[in-house]
């Protein structure tokens, strides 16, 4: 397998992929609605709430994806025996961390 940076994919099922892309369009609608919000002068605090909850649901969309990463890219590997995914999963955890 090649691994320079454009080759790089995971693939997925459609049923992962579709829900994925429900929650991104989700998150997507959202910023729309808090850009409404602004055009229309709304209250500070309730722009607050929504950018809050946009980033509840990232959160949870990251917390999800990093799961099955884990489950599934991370595992194949340290079980063929190669750390390199195990190492770049540590480093993203680390700068996540700062």
Do not use: P, W
């Not at 995971?10 to 409404?36: F, P, S």
């Not at 890219?73 to 993203?92: A, F, I, P, R, S």
């Amino acid at each position: 397998m090649n691994n320079c940076e454009c080759c790089r994919q995971t693939e997925r099922c459609n049923e992962e992929k579709k829900k994925m892309i429900t929650h991104l369009k989700k998150a997507e609608g959202q910023v729309r609605g808090i850009e409404k919000m602004v055009e229309e002068d709304r209250y500070c605090i309730d722009i607050i709430n929504q950018v809050s909850a946009i980033q509840a649901s990232l959160q949870s969309f990251s917390r999800t994806l990093l799961e099955r990463h884990i489950q599934t890219c991370v595992l194949t590997d340290v079980k063929d025996g190669k750390t390199e995914k195990l190492d770049e999963l540590c480093n993203m955890l680390k700068n996540l961390m700062r």
